[in-house]
């Protein structure tokens, strides 16, 4: 493997992975927020009494989840220019349909959360009268996300690897400027080893981060 690995790309280049490195990190916090936040709205429309919010939400999750994240990624990227958004570039087009996309995933794994807590909580929350909606926030939704954090967990590793996405509309990712590398110094094994290693350093603390969740929930 040493005698593989050309050590010398990954010093010479270093300011380049780097700033690829970044961007990475960038578009994965940002889509890890919203697509939080949004996934937890969905999961709420999807129980929701309200039939409207309910088959909103439903159609939202079947559609996303059955095409291709790069599909909505060249949507969102062909399309925002002709619709005036000339602010949508590729990094934001990239991190709009990861976050849209992982939405997705996320809304089912709390869905299955809040469906997993006694249905007592709710009558309980609403007869001391709070609304649908606070005892949504305040009692159900904090016990389900207990209950989630292992399929989180891996919607958020899940999303962090998808984000390799933007480099096909040139999103200043890691991808993106590996491919950069890869064209100056016609290597492409070496150059690509050392992208897969940046990931590693984002993906592994996240994994035994999750792990540590699990065991401290559980005690």
């Given at each position: 493997m040493e005698s593989l690995l050309q050590w010398n790309i990954l010093f010479e280049h270093w300011d380049t992975y780097m700033q690829g490195f970044g961007n990475t990190v960038k578009a994965s916090l940002i889509a890890l927020v919203a697509s939080f936040i949004l996934g937890a709205v969905i999961a709420v429309f999807r129980i929701s009494p309200v039939k409207p919010l309910n088959w909103f939400g439903a159609a939202y999750v079947e559609f996303l989840r059955n095409i291709p994240l790069l599909l909505i990624v060249l949507l969102i990227f062909l399309a925002g220019p002709n619709f005036g958004?000339?602010?949508?570039?590729?990094?934001?087009?990239?991190?709009?349909?990861?976050?849209?996309?992982?939405?997705?995933?996320?809304?089912?794994?709390?869905?299955?959360?809040?469906?997993?807590?006694?249905?007592?909580?709710?009558?309980?929350?609403?007869?001391?009268?709070?609304?649908?909606?606070?005892?949504?926030?305040?009692?159900?939704?904090?016990?389900?996300?207990r209950i989630v954090i292992p399929p989180l967990g891996n919607q958020f590793l899940n999303l962090v690897k998808n984000s390799s996405v933007l480099g096909v509309v040139a999103g200043l990712d890691l991808m993106y400027f590996g491919d950069i590398i890869s064209s100056q110094v016609f290597v492409t094994f070496s150059v690509y080893i050392f992208v897969a290693m940046f990931y590693l350093v984002l993906t592994i603390p996240i994994s035994f981060g999750v792990r540590y969740l699990e065991k401290r929930l559980a005690r």
């Open positions: 958004l000339s602010f949508i570039d590729g990094f934001v087009a990239g991190t709009l349909a990861l976050s849209i996309y992982t939405s997705a995933f996320i809304a089912e794994a709390i869905r299955a959360g809040i469906q997993a807590v006694p249905k007592g909580q709710m009558e309980a929350g609403r007869s001391s009268g709070l609304t649908y909606i606070q005892t949504m926030r305040y009692i159900i939704l904090p016990q389900a996300l």
